[in-house]
């Protein structure tokens, strides 16, 4: 999600939002917060990282699910 920050950095620092306004982007967008913001996603916090590279914020658990260690 950071290249949306940096999309909105470029935009208020040029002046520049025509690549904001393009369709494709806009859908792009929308399609990666609906992802990101669906009911289930907490359950399965580990479907936009790789390769178990997943950040443990609680001991033992991550957002509040526990940890299975195998």
Known sequence: L???ILLRAYGKCSGDL???????VQTGIKMILKLCL???FDM???LLVTD???MIDR??????????IQ
């Open 18 to 24: 025509s690549v904001q306004e393009r369709v494709d």
């Open 2 to 4: 950071w290249w949306i």
């Open 52 to 54: 178990g590279s997943c």
């Open 38 to 40: 669906a009911d289930g």
């Open 59 to 68: 001991r033992m658990g991550i957002h509040g699910h526990p940890l299975e």
């Open 44 to 46: 399965f916090p580990t």
